[in-house]
């Protein structure tokens, strides 16, 4: 299994009820495919954290990075687990608030990269808080 953490760039002002949108079609599309992972939508950016078989978020990867409704796709850290970190989420969001709250979360929307000991705190952090 592998898990993925990208940014991106909503290319216009989402509302609360687009997120909610990609969330309902997230959770749909990753329970059938056993997807799991959490998304934070804040100030025009979104950070999205997938984790499933390698060759399954691969795939999820190439097609949300299709997605018209965001730009500037970077890959911030992706890496091997034998566990997963939000095994009851087929799309978990993460609130708000989680960026001022947690170092990890803001450090990793402010990078074009972060290291594994970032990526691993990033993740206990966000699955402290979401919901
Ligand atoms: C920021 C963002 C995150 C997304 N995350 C997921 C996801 O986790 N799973 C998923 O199936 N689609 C996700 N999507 C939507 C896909 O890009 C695509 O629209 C969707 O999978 C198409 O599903 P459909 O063929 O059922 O309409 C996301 C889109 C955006 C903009």
């Known amino acids: 299994m592998k898990f993925v ?26 329970q059938k495919r056993g997807i799991t992972g959490a ?7 979104f950070l999205q954290v997938l984790e ?9 990867v190439r097609r949300i990075r299709k997605d018209g409704r965001h730009t500037a796709f970077t890959v911030l ?11 009851s989420w087929s ?3 993460v609130p708000e608030d989680a960026v001022t709250r947690s170092p990890a ?19 206990a952090e966000v699955s402290a808080v979401v919901r």
């Open 5 to 30: 953490i990208y940014r991106s760039k909503a290319t216009e002002e989402m509302r609360a009820s687009d997120v909610g949108d990609i969330l309902l079609t997230s959770r749909m599309n990753n």
């Open 39 to 45: 998304l934070l939508y804040r100030n025009g950016f």
């Open 52 to 60: 499933g078989q390698d060759d399954v978020v691969d795939d999820l």
């Open 77 to 87: 850290y992706s890496g091997e687990t034998s566990k997963l970190v939000f095994p």
């Open 91 to 93: 799309m978990a969001r």
């Open 105 to 123: 979360v803001f450090q990793a929307l402010e990078s074009d990269q972060i290291d594994e000991n970032t990526a691993r705190q990033f993740l």
